[in-house]
């Protein structure tokens, strides 16, 4: 069974990929990953804002009463030795292409125009084999457009690709009006690879201190169905690669991202729970299970359950919304006679 894939016109070693996590901010962590079968590493997402909050800090506390007493003036002359930008990222993307043999895949989210623009270039200079644009972006402002918000994907896309050679994907969030229709556009835009979905950390209340609460959550396999249904219903209608990301926590996920028609899958949270040496694991049974089926390489299996190769594509469409409803069951109703109060 042959489970080489290309994503992005990068060749992978197999579909599995460690998603950007805080299994990848240090160089050991990234070896373990391949160590542990990884066939790709998406590096820990490189924040503008974080970096510019930095830098502010920085030069407050280097400037701050250099005025107050004259003499000192003279004691200590101004020297541009401020750590700025993202020396310590670059420094561990550069040091993890040396040290290993898979591709390292940059993550970016950004806040400004420049900022995508220098700091992708910085990556792509340090050795990233790709960039990811994670474009985590809540529109809170009621009065934003949404032609408004898609236009800013488009202008970061855009901006980006004009900037590096390397291939460029695009972390999506699953809540546009057309999912279908700006994944569409974006492909035709230049984006190498879309990534489905962005996971969305909504905060929570704390009802004893009465603050907000930004907790992390690690995924669950039921968060599978969202890019599930996305990726079979865009298999073979966009050129960009199809990245499954959200929800895997074993090969059974992994399978059914692959027929549903993703190139590669992203992983994350399990490896959290479980360890990096989860991933061979999930590598491992998945070869099982396609050779067990006699599929020789995955180009027979990708896109089998998509839309456009199932027999019935009104299944990904609202007749399964009906059947979804029937197949409920009223738990008060089951052999006895229910009556309301």
């Known amino acids: 069974m042959d489970l080489t894939t290309n994503y992005m016109g990068l060749t992978l070693k197999h579909p ?6 805080p299994l990848s901010d240090t160089l050991e962590g990234i070896k373990l990953l391949e160590d542990s079968g990884a066939s790709a590493v998406v590096m820990y997402s490189l924040f503008e804002e974080q970096i510019r909050r930095e830098n502010d800090a920085f030069d407050f506390f280097l400037e701050s009463g250099t005025d107050s007493f004259a003499e ?34 940059a993550s970016l989210n950004g806040m400004t125009n420049e900022g995508w623009i220098d700091y992708a270039k910085q990556l792509q200079q340090a050795g990233a084999s790709a960039l990811e644009l994670n474009v985590y972006f809540i529109p809170t402002d009621i009065d934003m457009s949404p032609a408004a918000v898609e236009q800013s994907y488009f202008e970061i896309l855009e901006a980006v690709k004009a900037a590096v050679s390397i291939p460029v994907a695009v972390k999506l969030s699953p809540f546009f009006s057309s999912t279908g229709n700006m994944a569409k556009r974006l492909s ?69 991202y692959l027929l549903a028609g993703a190139d590669v899958v992203t992983v994350a949270s399990v490896l959290m729970k479980n360890g990096p040496r989860y991933l061979q694991l999930l590598v491992d049974d998945t070869h099982n299970w396609l050779s067990s089926r006699d599929y020789h390489s995955l180009s027979e299996v990708r896109g089998v359950m998509s839309r456009k190769n199932v027999k019935d594509p009104a299944a990904f469409e609202r007749v399964n919304y009906i059947k979804v409803l029937e197949s409920f069951e009223n738990p008060f109703t089951s052999g006895v006679a229910h009556h309301r109060i």
């Open 16 to 21: 599995i990929i460690a998603s950007s996590s």
């Open 188 to 256: 035709e835009a230049g984006a190498d690879g879309l990534v489905l979905f962005n996971r969305f950390y909504q905060p929570d209340i704390d009802l004893d201190n009465l603050r907000i609460d930004p907790r992390a959550e690690l995924s669950t396999a039921t968060e599978i169905r969202v890019p599930l249904l996305w990726i079979a219903v865009l298999y073979g209608r966009i050129k960009a690669s199809l990245a499954a990301s959200r929800g895997i926590h074993s090969s059974a996920e992994v399978i059914k």
């Open 72 to 105: 000192s003036l003279n004691f200590f002359p101004h020297v541009d030795i401020a750590p700025k930008g993202p020396e310590q990222y670059l420094n561990l993307l550069r040091r993890a292409v040396e040290a290993t043999d898979i591709p390292i895949i």
